[in-house]
């Protein structure tokens, strides 16, 4: 048995609820660097890295949930949110030098934190009885939310209000995560399949350059 199969075959033993959290904690570690890294950009102190860290990480679902009415909130019952938040912060500000790559680190944790979080939203709402329209926006705001919060506090414009492939790669990866449900699969490989597609959409828009045309007015 190879390693692939391997790794296959351990994976299928998790339940679904532990292939679930282990989706949520990679995008919590992916949007704490994101944040960090941001803030450290802008110089802020330790501390504030670690708030920017927080909101980025923990932001967008906050809100999902409320909307949802999910109670207790997820990070005020399960400390390790907290706990990989801060502790990743502290390890990127110790260790990681803002002044190389930054550019492109900032891009890839994010686009891991999309492809992540998209699936966890949509996750939590279908879980919830959602339909596929609202699990889909569920999605989109458990990624687009922290990062507002994450650019507005550190003083930049909102990536989701730019004429990003950003909204579109989410919206991509769950019409692929719906279109999977019929068929016979594990789960867990299709929300590995949803999170390529969104990753890779996201990635090749960010190497080609592809932006969403501007509407303008022709007199």
């Not at 912060?89 to 680190?105: A, E, G, N, P």
């Not at 686009?111 to 989109?140: H, Q, Y």
Request: charged share 10%.
């Amino acid at each position: 048995m190879n390693i692939g199969s391997k790794m296959m075959s351990m994976i299928s033993l998790l339940s679904p609820q532990a292939v679930v959290y282990a989706f949520d904690m990679v995008g919590v570690v992916a949007c704490s660097v994101s944040g960090t890294i941001l803030a450290r950009s802008k110089h802020f102190d330790p501390l504030g890295c670690i708030l920017v860290a927080m909101v980025t990480a923990i932001g967008g679902g906050t809100v999902r949930d409320l909307m949802l009415a999910r109670h207790p909130l997820f990070w005020m019952i399960d400390m390790n949110y907290l706990l990989v938040i801060t502790v990743t912060s502290l390890l990127f500000q110790v260790f990681f030098d803002i002044s190389k790559r930054i550019d492109k680190m900032l891009q890839l944790s994010d686009a891991i934190g999309l492809a992540a979080f998209t699936l966890i939203g949509i996750k939590v709402a279908s879980s919830m009885g959602a339909n596929p329209l609202i699990a889909t926006l569920m999605g989109i705001t458990t990624i687009i939310v922290g990062g507002m919060i994450r650019d507005i506090i550190c003083n930049e414009i909102p990536l989701v209000l730019r004429r990003e492939i950003y909204i579109v790669a989410a919206m991509v990866g769950a019409m692929v995560y719906f279109s999977l449900l019929p068929v016979m699969m594990s789960g867990w490989l299709r929300e590995i399949l949803t999170m390529l597609t969104i990753f890779c959409v996201r990635m090749l828009a960010l190497h080609f350059d592809w932006h969403l045309p501007a509407l303008q007015r022709h007199i």
